[in-house]
T-cell receptor
Framework: AQSVTQLDSQVPVFEEAPVELRCNYS??????LFWYVQYPNQGLQLLLK??????LVESINGFEAEFNKSQTSFHLRKPSVHISDTAEYFC?????????FGDGTTLTVKP | EAGVAQSPRYKIIEKRQSVAFWCNPI?????LYWYQQILGQGPKLLIQ????????DSQLPKDRFSAERLKGVDSTLKIQPAKLEDSAVYLC??????????FGPGTRLTVT
């Protein structure tokens, strides 16, 4: 069985500050890792993914996440956030097409 | 390409009534998922289809929930009878390769 723990339910941060959203997972086998973003009243959108290869993955809007196998973590980071980054962020693990999601982290960017 | 379509977007019903949700996945996506997202929680998989066959329905409350994907394209999820605890957002997702999922906007169900 696989599980995901998002360590912070809410993260308030000021605009242009750096942010890290933490995600730990447990699985007895290798899994794929994802971050999804959900804006109000919308479905989830894929932000970035780790399937194999380089442990550092980046999105087109400045987010990055690093797969750390020894710590079973996949933390999401951005060096400078914008107001528009305010949303709910979900970490997920996937094995053979079955995904398990964390309970989400609400990122609130304040001016 | 068109995204995953879901309808209705919102539904309010009384407990013990029945309700149905519809999902049209991205064209060509063989895998279709239904998730339940309760407020403050992450999505929980209810059922996964591969074409028109069920891959995983282990977390589907089969005494009241049912789902079908008859022609391997669109799908319906039904609840009969609804309970108060069924109030949630029901998300449909589809995928071409089995790990990257594309989500619809969801149907927000309120049971009173």
């Amino acid at each position: 069985a696989q599980s995901v723990t998002q360590l912070d339910s809410q993260v308030p941060v000021f605009e242009e500050a750096p942010v890290e959203l933490r995600c730990n997972y447990s699985s007895s086998v290798s899994v794929y890792l994802f971050w999804y973003v959900q804006y109000p009243n919308q479905g989830l959108q894929l932000l970035l993914k780790y399937l194999s290869g380089s442990t550092l993955v980046e999105s087109i809007n400045g987010f990055e996440a690093e797969f750390n196998k020894s710590q079973t973590s996949f933390h999401l980071r951005k060096p400078s956030v914008h107001i528009s980054d305010t949303a709910e962020y979900f970490c997920a693990v996937s094995l053979t097409g079955k995904s398990t999601f964390g309970d989400g982290t609400t990122l609130t960017v304040k001016p | 390409e068109a995204g995953v379509a879901q309808s209705p977007r919102y539904k309010i019903i009384e407990k013990r009534q029945s309700v149905a949700f519809w999902c049209n996945p991205i064209s060509g996506h063989a895998t279709l998922y239904w998730y339940q997202q309760i407020l403050g929680q992450g999505p929980k998989l209810l059922i996964q289809f591969q074409n028109n066959g069920v891959v995983d329905d282990s977390q589907l409350p089969k005494d009241r929930f049912s789902a079908e994907r008859l022609k391997g394209v669109d799908s319906t999820l039904k609840i009969q009878p609804a309970k108060l605890e069924d109030s949630a957002v029901y998300l449909c997702a589809s995928s071409l390769q089995s790990n990257e999922q594309y989500f619809g906007p969801g149907t927000r169900l309120t049971v009173t």
